[in-house]
């Protein structure tokens, strides 16, 4: 692992398409309206059955501030009432959702995504902890992954204590940059020392780890000036990192039509930032893990990764990828056995659904036997940079290399660049693929030539 990535500036070029970031496999592009709450209520009973452990994502809309460059599902606004009847609706649905499934049901992780969920207050955010732990089975010994996404501007030193009462012992920090003119641009005025106390805070409270958001291809970005921020973060020492290629689409996301696409560093100018950037993080001991996150060696991922049990879900690359994952709130996504679903990313709608006693479950997807073949083997390639050919075989029952003949030659074409090394029992992804590990997986993509892939950020 030490010689875990290898920088390639003509293979990068040649290989840096549009394509998914396969936090699922069929993509969330392959949802569609006949999956409903029948479907749902059937996954559940067959989670109930198995007494198949959970991970819980409760998304809260809100923000207070618009960050121009921002593509989650959000609802702006200054009003803290707003998120009452919001809150009101929520708990419906983890009554609704809960009761089809059986105490017994450990939940092993819990993430508080948004938006901003600090937003809540603070009896708000005692409120809905209340709520989920009288339908849900929280552990309470510390042992669970229990994450939220902070905002340091939304948080200080009591908002913290209260996170850790609740039982709380990850969190996630945007930072984005610290460059004053790059905050400016994208409006998220955010000060060194407004992060740096809340991870002082997290750090007192003892929290379990800490990971910083941060964000290349921004306007006014430089290599320079975001390798000082890089460097300013190293010197905070989080436990993970993620780094963000910004995707700049505001035909699709109208905040980035805020952005003047002429302060907008160049292709050649974000590929010296990611550069420069992995090089920084790794002088600092930290690991590639994949897909834009890097992680201190005795990071659980980083463990989980050298142990080939690393595993990725909409919730990104984790360890509880064997966990029946339920989504709460507008627009989050579950993904319980071969089912992925999705509640409206409406908010009204999302609230009058539930107003009548109904879930606001509106699109998702059944996997198919093949997409479950693929689903495995593009898990393998994008958590572990390899995959055994016997191992898929055992699996599925199939002899790989006569399932996947048609792509063959692509995939010799790959070995032949020097993405990966091919033979008949196993393909590792090389130092210098690992970067491009999505366009890997993309080929064995079966609904890729049929999408539209201005829907996609680019590899790097």
């Known amino acids: 692992m030490l010689d875990a990535i290898r920088w390639d500036t003509d293979l990068i070029r040649r290989y840096d398409l549009a394509g ?13 309206s006949q999956v409903g709450t029948f479907d749902l209520f059937h996954a559940l009973r067959d989670s109930r059955k198995a007494l198949r452990p959970l991970s819980l994502y409760v998304h809260v809309p809100f923000c207070a501030n618009i960050c121009y460059y921002c593509a989650c599902n959000k609802v702006i606004t200054k009003d803290r009432g707003r998120a009452l009847p919001y809150l009101q609706r929520l708990e ?3 009554q609704l959702i809960a009761c089809h499934l059986d ?21 708000e955010l005692r409120q809905l902890m209340a709520h989920l732990r009288k339908h849900f089975n929280l552990l309470d010994d510390d042992s669970g992954d229990y994450g939220i996404e902070i905002d340091p501007r939304e948080a200080d ?3 913290m204590g209260l996170l850790r009462e609740l039982g709380f012992n990850r969190v996630s920090i945007g930072l984005q940059d610290l460059d004053p003119a790059v905050q400016r641009a994208v409006n998220r005025l955010q000060s060194l020392e407004e992060t740096r106390a809340v991870i002082d805070a997290a750090r007192t409270l003892q929290f379990r780890s800490i990971n910083i958001d941060l964000i290349y291809g921004l306007p006014k970005q430089t290599p320079d000036n975001f390798a000082r921020t890089v460097e300013e973060v190293i010197s905070l020492q989080p436990d993970r990192l993620s780094v963000f290629n910004y995707a700049h689409l505001p035909e699709r996301f109208m905040p980035q039509r805020r952005i003047n696409g002429n302060e907008l560093p160049s292709p050649t100018q974000k590929l010296e930032m990611l550069q420069r950037t992995i090089e920084q993080l790794t002088a600092a001991g930290y690991r590639y893990i994949g897909m834009d996150h890097f992680a201190l060696p005795d990071d659980e991922l980083a463990i989980a ?25 507008v627009s989050a996504i579950s993904q319980i056995g071969d089912l992925y679903c999705q509640n409206s990313s409406d908010l009204n709608h999302y609230q009058n ?13 059944v996997c198919n036997a093949d997409d479950r073949l693929r689903r495995a083997v593009i898990q393998q390639l994008i958590c572990n940079f390899s995959l055994d050919f016997a191992e898929i075989e055992r699996e599925f029952n199939i002899d790989f290399q006569g399932y996947f003949c048609a792509l063959w030659p692509q995939l010799q074409g790959m070995a032949k660049d020097g993405l990966i090394e091919l033979d008949r029992e196993r393909i590792n992804v090389l130092p210098a693929g690992r970067l491009l590990v999505r366009s890997v997986c993309m080929v064995f993509d079966a609904y890729l030539e049929q999408q539209n892939r201005q829907r996609f950020s680019r590899v790097i």
Do not use: M
């Open 157 to 159: 030193w009591s908002t």
């Open 20 to 32: 998914p970031r396969y936090t699922s496999y069929p993509t969330a592009v392959q949802f569609n």
């Open 103 to 123: 105490p017994a049901q450990k939940v092993e992780q819990l993430h508080f995504g948004g938006g901003t969920p600090t937003f809540l207050s603070h009896d």
């Open 305 to 329: 990764q050298e142990e080939s049990t690393l595993q990725r879900n909409f919730q990104g690359y984790t360890t509880h990828g064997h966990c029946d994952l339920i989504g709460l709130g």
């Open 353 to 365: 659904t539930l107003a009548s006693a109904q879930l606001a479950t509106s699109r998702g997807l």
């Open 92 to 94: 419906q649905e983890i």
